[in-house]
Antibody, heavy 120, light 110 residues
Framework: QVQLLESGPGLVKPSQTLSLTCTVS??????????WSWTRQPAGKGLEWIGRIYPSGSTNYNPSLKSRVTISIDTSRKHFSLNLSSVTAADTAVYYC????????????WGQGTTVTVSS | QSVLTQPPSASGTPGQRVTISCSGS????????VAWYQHLPGAAPKLLIY???QRPSGVPDRFSGSTSGTSASLAISGLQSEDETDYSC???????????FGSGTKVTVL
Protein backbone atom coordinates (compact mmCIF):
# COMPACT_ATOMS: atom_id res chain seq x y z
CA GLN A 1 0.00 0.00 0.00
CA VAL A 2 1.64 3.20 -1.18
CA GLN A 3 1.63 6.03 1.33
CA LEU A 4 2.75 9.63 0.94
CA LEU A 5 3.90 11.96 3.68
CA GLU A 6 4.56 15.68 3.36
CA SER A 7 7.20 17.35 5.51
CA GLY A 8 8.63 20.82 5.87
CA PRO A 9 8.42 24.05 7.87
CA GLY A 10 4.98 25.07 9.03
CA LEU A 11 5.92 28.74 9.11
CA VAL A 12 7.65 30.71 6.37
CA LYS A 13 8.44 34.41 6.33
CA PRO A 14 7.16 36.64 3.52
CA SER A 15 9.51 36.87 0.51
CA GLN A 16 11.27 33.63 1.50
CA THR A 17 11.06 30.24 -0.20
CA LEU A 18 8.61 27.56 0.89
CA SER A 19 10.18 24.10 0.67
CA LEU A 20 8.26 20.86 1.15
CA THR A 21 9.16 17.21 0.61
CA CYS A 22 6.86 14.29 -0.11
CA THR A 23 8.25 10.91 0.91
CA VAL A 24 6.84 7.75 -0.65
CA SER A 25 6.64 4.48 1.26
CA UNK A 26 5.36 1.11 0.14
CA UNK A 27 6.24 1.78 -3.47
CA UNK A 28 8.61 3.40 -5.91
CA UNK A 29 8.61 6.76 -7.65
CA UNK A 30 9.79 5.36 -10.97
CA UNK A 31 7.78 2.20 -11.56
CA UNK A 32 4.24 1.88 -12.81
CA UNK A 33 1.96 4.24 -14.74
CA UNK A 34 2.30 7.08 -12.27
CA UNK A 35 3.44 10.65 -11.93
CA TRP A 36 3.48 12.90 -8.92
CA SER A 37 1.78 16.16 -8.06
CA TRP A 38 1.35 19.00 -5.59
CA THR A 39 -1.98 20.66 -4.79
CA ARG A 40 -2.91 23.21 -2.14
CA GLN A 41 -6.01 24.51 -0.43
CA PRO A 42 -6.16 27.91 1.28
CA ALA A 43 -8.56 28.10 4.20
CA GLY A 44 -12.14 28.49 3.02
CA LYS A 45 -11.20 28.11 -0.65
CA GLY A 46 -11.09 25.38 -3.24
CA LEU A 47 -8.29 23.09 -4.30
CA GLU A 48 -5.55 24.60 -6.49
CA TRP A 49 -3.23 22.44 -8.58
CA ILE A 50 0.41 23.52 -8.28
CA GLY A 51 2.17 21.19 -10.67
CA ARG A 52 3.31 17.68 -11.55
CA ILE A 53 6.51 15.79 -12.19
CA TYR A 54 7.19 12.59 -14.09
CA PRO A 55 9.83 10.07 -12.98
CA SER A 56 11.96 11.37 -15.84
CA GLY A 57 11.98 14.81 -14.23
CA SER A 58 9.70 16.41 -16.79
CA THR A 59 7.35 18.97 -15.20
CA ASN A 60 4.21 21.02 -15.76
CA TYR A 61 3.21 23.93 -13.57
CA ASN A 62 0.12 26.00 -12.88
CA PRO A 63 0.56 29.06 -15.14
CA SER A 64 -0.37 31.38 -12.28
CA LEU A 65 2.50 30.01 -10.15
CA LYS A 66 4.96 29.01 -12.85
CA SER A 67 7.44 31.83 -12.28
CA ARG A 68 7.84 30.88 -8.61
CA VAL A 69 7.52 27.07 -8.59
CA THR A 70 10.06 24.30 -8.92
CA ILE A 71 9.21 20.62 -8.45
CA SER A 72 12.02 18.09 -8.36
CA ILE A 73 12.28 14.34 -7.87
CA ASP A 74 14.83 12.00 -6.32
CA THR A 75 13.77 8.48 -7.20
CA SER A 76 16.68 6.88 -5.36
CA ARG A 77 15.71 8.58 -2.14
CA LYS A 78 11.99 8.05 -2.80
CA HIS A 79 10.90 11.63 -2.49
CA PHE A 80 9.85 14.58 -4.57
CA SER A 81 9.92 18.21 -3.53
CA LEU A 82 8.20 21.55 -3.95
CA ASN A 83 9.91 24.92 -3.83
CA LEU A 84 7.78 28.07 -3.99
CA SER A 85 9.74 31.31 -3.95
CA SER A 86 8.84 34.87 -2.93
CA VAL A 87 5.91 33.75 -0.81
CA THR A 88 3.20 36.06 0.50
CA ALA A 89 0.26 35.59 2.85
CA ALA A 90 -1.74 34.39 -0.16
CA ASP A 91 0.42 31.26 -0.20
CA THR A 92 -0.82 30.23 3.24
CA ALA A 93 -2.58 26.91 2.70
CA VAL A 94 -2.69 23.19 3.33
CA TYR A 95 -0.30 21.60 0.86
CA TYR A 96 -0.90 18.07 -0.43
CA CYS A 97 1.25 15.75 -2.47
CA UNK A 98 -0.46 13.04 -4.49
CA UNK A 99 0.14 10.20 -6.91
CA UNK A 100 -1.55 10.40 -10.29
CA UNK A 101 -2.42 7.17 -12.06
CA UNK A 102 -2.20 7.92 -15.80
CA UNK A 103 -4.59 5.08 -16.59
CA UNK A 104 -7.50 6.69 -14.81
CA UNK A 105 -6.42 9.56 -14.84
CA UNK A 106 -6.80 10.83 -11.31
CA UNK A 107 -5.02 11.51 -8.04
CA UNK A 108 -5.58 8.14 -6.40
CA UNK A 109 -3.24 8.40 -3.41
CA TRP A 110 -2.83 11.55 -1.32
CA GLY A 111 -0.65 12.62 1.54
CA GLN A 112 -2.31 13.77 4.74
CA GLY A 113 -1.46 17.39 3.96
CA THR A 114 0.71 19.89 5.76
CA THR A 115 -0.27 23.40 6.80
CA VAL A 116 2.07 26.19 5.79
CA THR A 117 1.56 29.68 7.16
CA VAL A 118 3.32 32.68 5.64
CA SER A 119 3.84 35.29 8.32
CA SER A 120 6.58 37.43 9.78
CA GLN B 1 -11.67 32.39 -9.62
CA SER B 2 -11.89 28.70 -10.52
CA VAL B 3 -11.88 27.62 -14.15
CA LEU B 4 -14.57 25.02 -13.42
CA THR B 5 -17.77 26.38 -11.87
CA GLN B 6 -19.73 24.55 -9.21
CA PRO B 7 -22.61 25.70 -7.02
CA PRO B 8 -21.31 26.56 -3.54
CA SER B 9 -23.85 24.35 -1.82
CA ALA B 10 -26.33 21.53 -2.26
CA SER B 11 -28.55 19.74 0.22
CA GLY B 12 -30.98 16.90 0.68
CA THR B 13 -32.61 14.72 3.27
CA PRO B 14 -31.40 11.20 4.03
CA GLY B 15 -32.30 8.84 1.23
CA GLN B 16 -32.74 11.59 -1.35
CA ARG B 17 -30.76 12.06 -4.54
CA VAL B 18 -28.50 15.11 -4.81
CA THR B 19 -26.82 16.31 -7.98
CA ILE B 20 -23.81 18.64 -8.22
CA SER B 21 -23.02 20.39 -11.49
CA CYS B 22 -19.62 21.38 -12.85
CA SER B 23 -19.44 23.77 -15.77
CA GLY B 24 -16.31 24.12 -17.88
CA SER B 25 -15.29 24.71 -21.46
CA UNK B 26 -14.12 22.96 -24.61
CA UNK B 27 -10.51 23.05 -23.41
CA UNK B 28 -11.17 21.10 -20.21
CA UNK B 29 -14.39 19.14 -19.67
CA UNK B 30 -15.17 19.25 -23.36
CA UNK B 31 -12.02 17.34 -24.27
CA UNK B 32 -10.58 15.58 -21.21
CA UNK B 33 -11.68 13.04 -18.61
CA VAL B 34 -13.43 14.47 -15.56
CA ALA B 35 -12.67 13.40 -12.01
CA TRP B 36 -14.52 14.08 -8.78
CA TYR B 37 -12.96 14.31 -5.34
CA GLN B 38 -14.58 14.06 -1.93
CA HIS B 39 -12.93 16.15 0.75
CA LEU B 40 -13.73 15.42 4.38
CA PRO B 41 -12.68 18.05 6.95
CA GLY B 42 -9.19 17.48 8.25
CA ALA B 43 -8.53 14.66 5.82
CA ALA B 44 -6.92 14.34 2.42
CA PRO B 45 -9.16 14.51 -0.65
CA LYS B 46 -10.37 11.15 -1.95
CA LEU B 47 -10.81 10.20 -5.59
CA LEU B 48 -14.50 9.45 -6.01
CA ILE B 49 -14.97 9.30 -9.78
CA TYR B 50 -12.47 9.15 -12.65
CA UNK B 51 -12.81 9.15 -16.42
CA UNK B 52 -16.26 10.82 -16.18
CA UNK B 53 -18.14 7.90 -14.62
CA GLN B 54 -15.79 5.26 -13.25
CA ARG B 55 -15.57 4.49 -9.55
CA PRO B 56 -12.36 3.35 -7.85
CA SER B 57 -12.75 0.15 -5.88
CA GLY B 58 -14.34 0.79 -2.51
CA VAL B 59 -16.46 3.74 -3.62
CA PRO B 60 -20.15 2.96 -3.13
CA ASP B 61 -22.29 2.78 -6.26
CA ARG B 62 -24.47 5.51 -4.73
CA PHE B 63 -21.99 7.87 -6.33
CA SER B 64 -22.19 8.32 -10.08
CA GLY B 65 -20.72 10.74 -12.57
CA SER B 66 -21.72 11.88 -16.04
CA THR B 67 -20.50 14.34 -18.63
CA SER B 68 -22.26 16.04 -21.51
CA GLY B 69 -20.47 18.56 -23.68
CA THR B 70 -18.68 21.04 -21.44
CA SER B 71 -20.58 20.16 -18.26
CA ALA B 72 -20.26 17.34 -15.78
CA SER B 73 -22.32 16.25 -12.82
CA LEU B 74 -21.97 14.10 -9.73
CA ALA B 75 -25.04 12.38 -8.35
CA ILE B 76 -25.36 10.97 -4.86
CA SER B 77 -28.35 8.69 -4.49
CA GLY B 78 -29.60 7.37 -1.19
CA LEU B 79 -27.98 10.32 0.60
CA GLN B 80 -26.39 9.42 3.94
CA SER B 81 -25.17 11.54 6.83
CA GLU B 82 -21.55 10.65 6.12
CA ASP B 83 -21.90 12.20 2.65
CA GLU B 84 -22.02 15.65 4.23
CA THR B 85 -18.78 17.22 3.06
CA ASP B 86 -17.14 19.03 0.14
CA TYR B 87 -16.96 17.76 -3.44
CA SER B 88 -14.78 19.09 -6.28
CA CYS B 89 -14.66 18.33 -9.98
CA UNK B 90 -11.41 18.43 -11.92
CA UNK B 91 -10.00 17.98 -15.40
CA UNK B 92 -6.92 18.74 -17.47
CA UNK B 93 -7.12 22.01 -19.37
CA UNK B 94 -5.42 21.98 -22.78
CA UNK B 95 -5.29 25.77 -23.06
CA UNK B 96 -3.71 26.29 -19.66
CA UNK B 97 -1.67 23.10 -19.97
CA UNK B 98 -2.56 22.38 -16.37
CA UNK B 99 -5.00 20.57 -14.12
CA UNK B 100 -7.97 22.61 -12.94
CA PHE B 101 -10.33 22.08 -10.05
CA GLY B 102 -13.85 23.28 -9.55
CA SER B 103 -14.69 25.81 -6.89
CA GLY B 104 -16.11 23.08 -4.66
CA THR B 105 -19.63 22.26 -3.46
CA LYS B 106 -20.56 21.66 0.15
CA VAL B 107 -23.25 19.03 0.52
CA THR B 108 -25.46 19.26 3.59
CA VAL B 109 -27.66 16.43 4.78
CA LEU B 110 -30.75 18.01 6.31
Amino acid sequence: QVQLLESGPGLVKPSQTLSLTCTVSGGSLNTGPYYWSWTRQPAGKGLEWIGRIYPSGSTNYNPSLKSRVTISIDTSRKHFSLNLSSVTAADTAVYYCARVDRRLPGMDVWGQGTTVTVSS
Amino acid sequence: QSVLTQPPSASGTPGQRVTISCSGSSSNIGSNPVAWYQHLPGAAPKLLIYNHNQRPSGVPDRFSGSTSGTSASLAISGLQSEDETDYSCAAWDDSLNGYVFGSGTKVTVL
